[in-house]
């Protein structure tokens, strides 16, 4: 409910060049044991292939056993094998020329395989003779580190919960678990697409071109075959053991719960058929217990708060939906009435479908996530105003607050978006659900992935919570894998936000998704009364809220919202409570008694709610405009608070613990005398290889000589690519992956085109460089910025500051967004993005928006600028 002003409205970047990129730069130090290895060929193929013949051995064995005590099938000639290479100087790709199909990338090179309609490993038993001789066409084997013992397989398949609890499984109790198979097979690319041969004619090369889309084509339809065939073998397997896939619809794996290289389900089978599956089943890299969700714990002492009597009132008729994913909630309560579409309502909770209600007791707990959206900073007491969009309620909590187990949350994601994407063109999605462990980092989970896949394949934007610690709860061993209480942390003398950097404060399934905006928490408020204070303070990350990084090193959670904060007491272990004070206002259900609003419960939960608000209000503004740029000018607006800029603050803690910072609506919407905004608009979509030019024209002005001002510059990138989720990091996981580079100290749009662009020979001036920004974040794989230990490129959206003198900038500021191959070599295969900057002078008595505004008009004006004419 917040006023905006249109006089300063953003305006939009043009694109001035595209082409394609100039190269990257190759290299790196050879491993130390790569080389050992490569100098000792007899020792190192020696002991692999005994490594190999002992598994060769023991899986022929194995098979006799299992006829013996009649076990179902297994997929024939393919036999489980786990290696780890070097991956700095072996692709996992390669590993199809040995005859082995990868299944998964783990980390440190661990890689889980299977032999390919070879039960004999005959050409990886080649490769290794040809090593040990000597001989050409071998010399990579010393790049293959390791064979693993089959024995150790749960350790790289299981999931650290299961993993801890293996040792005591049962063989006729039944097990729930989900499962993830690959599918790839041995074409896990596509061939390399034909680039025409000098003096090579049109028609020679047209030839070429379509054999090799009939042999894409062919892939494509193998790889479908494959995934209905390994479908086929695993339900096969999970029923002799008299096990059933819960998922299922009409027999068949849902389409939610499928990725372009592997599928996801959730059985039900006994311990014995369990471990059958996880030692011998060839075609499986991920089991999971499904786990419990985060405990939502309102304080039992309400507080007293007058029912207000402000009137809601309904939103446009084409006002943006937000779509609650959670408990339910009470569509009648007065403050949520008039912006419920409630012919949209909707439970998936199994035998409660025709209850949409929020039954979760003590206020309910979708009910005041709506009620966030609404209401992001305070709840009006008195007036009537009009609602900013349209809240569509998604059961799928209980009355616990969890999700039941016959649920699969991809095949579940996947069902809501088609249900309200497809009936009422819903683009953004409120999860403030996640698990109550942290997120995996070898790969990325079934449920992040089937929201990375639903985001690549509709414009939509899920807003998800980071996941909370558990308040209080008993002193116990400390593992990677436990969720300690923030109890516990302070028990064992750890202060807080220190100990929201351990590993079992990272961030909770589905929050590590690299598609969606994951929202963590800050204190609202610092409290001390008699011996009790709180945990944080005003600003300061929540005692409670979730951390980063994410996986592999992405910067999460992107942003932070005011989701309260907790006090303790000065017993040993301290009591923990969250009074009033430091709890934000909500909508509270009154399905059960009590207020109607009340400041009695904390959680991330809230916090996602209010970023939901400025997603919805900047879709009521640009509505014609993709989610991407909705994300992009929310991470944009997002600032650090006073707080961090002490020298005695370490940056890498604050970008784990608070990501990108604040955001702000106005500056989301809108800019101001001092700060202007541009955006790309539009469907904006690159290929791998390409690189776009953008160029922002800066007022003569501004730049003089005789001027020091200092200008903040911020650069937002955000963009979507097709997942794979057997895949490690995230230029395997993404089907392409971007970043993006700027011009550099007075550096020429000349000289920036012969850097970004292939066609631009770079003269030996611009080969030396220039200076370039400090960036805060920087791009390791070109230069570092002030923080080293995180890169602003890791992600799909990367947002990068700095603040330069005036006098530093040229005539132009250039800006290139560069596409590079991920998983998929399809040379058609692109990536929609949305590209923002702002700049904005420190001191806000120096106007800049009206005179970039102009230059703008004056680049549109010319006929031919500056960058077009060289």
């Known amino acids: ?383 009537n105003e009009k609602a900013v969009c349209w809240i569509q309620n998604a059961r799928v909590l209980d009355a616990k607050c969890q999700i039941p187990t016959q649920l699969f949350e991809p095949n579940l994601l996947g069902d809501i978006v088609e249900f309200y994407h497809s009936k009422t063109k819903t683009r953004i999605f409120n999860h403030s659900i996640t698990r109550s462990v942290p997120c995996g980092t070898q790969y990325m989970s079934a449920w992040a992935a089937g929201m990375d896949n639903l985001t690549w394949e509709k414009d939509i934007l899920f807003i998800v919570a980071a996941g909370n610690l558990p308040l209080s709860g008993e002193i116990s061993g400390e593992r990677e894998d436990t969720r300690l209480s923030v109890q516990e942390h302070l028990a064992a003398n750890r202060l807080c936000p220190d100990y929201l950097l351990e590993n079992s404060c990272r961030i909770a399934d589905p929050a590590q998704s690299f598609q969606a905006l994951t929202v963590g928490s800050i204190s609202l408020a610092s409290y001390r009364e008699l011996s009790s204070s709180s945990i944080s303070q005003k600003d300061k990350p929540s005692a409670f809220s979730c951390s980063g990084l994410g996986i592999w090193d992405t910067i999460k959670p992107e942003v932070v919202e005011y989701g309260g904060d907790l006090v303790k007491d000065e017993s040993i272990p301290p009591n923990i409570t969250s009074p009033k004070e430091v709890c934000p206002e909500l909508v509270r259900s009154t399905l059960n008694g009590g207020p109607a609003v009340a400041a009695d419960t904390v959680g991330t939960s809230f916090a996602t709610p209010k970023v939901s608000h400025i997603a919805a209000c900047l879709a009521a503004e640009l509505p014609d405009e993709s989610c991407l740029l909705h994300r992009a000018l929310i991470v944009q607006s997002a600032r650090w608070p006073e707080w961090t800029m002490a020298d005695n603050v370490n940056k890498l803690h604050v970008i784990r613990q608070i990501g990108y910072g604040i955001p702000n609506l106005d500056r989301a919407l809108g800019n101001s005398p001092n700060r202007i905004t541009l955006i790309t608009r ?99 794989a070109k230069n570092y910025g002030k923080i080293e230990g995180v890169s602003r490129s890791a992600g799909t959206v990367q947002k990068d500051w700095t603040v330069v003198k005036s006098f530093q900038l040229r005539e132009a500021f250039c800006i290139a967004v560069v596409g590079h191959e991920g998983w998929n070599n399809d040379p058609d295969a692109e990536a929609p993005y949305s590209l923002v900057i702002s700049f904005e002078a420190i001191a806000s008595d120096i106007p800049i928006y009206a005179p970039f505004v102009e230059a703008q008009v004056e680049i549109e004006l010319e006929q031919q600028v500056e960058i077009n004419s060289i």
Request: proline share 6%; hydrophobic share 35%; glycine share 6%.
């Open 1 to 383: 409910m917040v006023e905006r002003s249109d006089r300063f409205p953003h305006i939009q970047l043009s694109l001035a060049k595209e082409g394609i990129a100039a190269s990257l730069p190759k290299g790196g130090k050879p491993n130390a044991i790569t080389s050992a290895n490569a100098s000792n060929r007899q020792g190192h193929g020696s002991k692999l292939k005994s490594s190999l013949d002992s598994l060769i051995f023991q899986w022929q064995d194995t098979q006799k056993t299992r006829e013996e005590e009649e076990k179902p099938p297994l997929p024939e000639k393919a036999i489980p094998i786990i290696l780890q290479i070097d991956p700095t100087a072996f692709d996992a790709e390669d590993l199809r020329k040995y005859g082995i199909e990868v299944i998964a990338e783990l980390e440190n090179g661990y890689i889980i395989g299977a032999s390919a309609d070879d039960s004999e490993f005959s050409e990886l038993e080649k490769k290794l003779q040809k090593f040990i001789k000597a001989e050409r066409g071998a010399s990579k084997v010393a790049a293959i580190w390791d064979f693993i013992e089959g024995s150790k397989r749960p350790e790289y398949v299981l999931s650290p919960e299961l993993l801890n609890q293996w040792q005591q499984i049962t063989d006729e109790k039944i097990y729930t678990v989900d499962i993830g198979i690959a599918c790839l097979g041995m074409k896990s690319q596509l061939p390399n697409c034909p680039e025409i041969k000098p003096d090579e004619s049109e028609e020679k090369f047209t030839k070429r071109f379509r054999k090799w889309g009939k042999k894409r084509d062919l892939n494509y339809e193998q790889w479908d075959d494959i995934k209905w065939q390994r479908e086929n073998e695993f339900t096969k397997f999970v029923q002799a053991y008299r096990g059933e896939i819960l998922n299922t619809v009409d027999g068949a794996i849902p389409q939610s719960s499928q990725l372009p290289d592997s599928f996801s389900c959730r059985i039900q089978i006994s311990g014995k058929g369990l471990k059958d599956l996880v030692f011998n089943f060839p075609y499986i890299f991920d089991v999971n217990l499904p786990d419990e969700f985060t405990k939502f714990v309102p304080q039992e002492n309400l507080s007293d708060v007058d029912a207000p009597v402000f009137q809601l009132e309904q939103p446009e008729s084409n006002a943006p939906n937000v779509c609650v994913i959670d408990s339910g909630i009470q569509e009648n309560h007065s403050l949520l009435k008039a912006a419920i579409d409630s012919g949209n309502s909707k439970s998936w909770v199994p035998g409660e479908t025709d209850k949409t209600a929020d039954y979760v007791s003590n206020g309910g707990h979708g009910t005041r996530v709506a009620g966030a959206v609404l209401y992001p900073i305070t709840i009006p007491r008195i007036g």
């Open 682 to 780: 539009g469907n904006n979509r690159i290929k791998a290889r390409q690189a776009h030019v953008y160029q922002v024209k800066l007022p003569d002005k501004l730049r003089s000589q005789g001027e020091e001002h200092e200008i903040l510059v911020e650069v937002t990138l955000s963009y979507k690519a097709q997942p794979r989720r057997t895949r490690r990091n995230r230029r395997k996981y993404l089907s392409t992956w971007l970043d993006w580079d700027c011009s550099k100290k007075r550096e020429n749009p000349e000289k920036f085109l012969a850097r970004i662009l292939k066609e631009y020979d770079a003269s030996e001036d611009v080969e030396k460089g220039e200076e370039g920004f400090k960036w805060t974040i920087g791009n390791r």
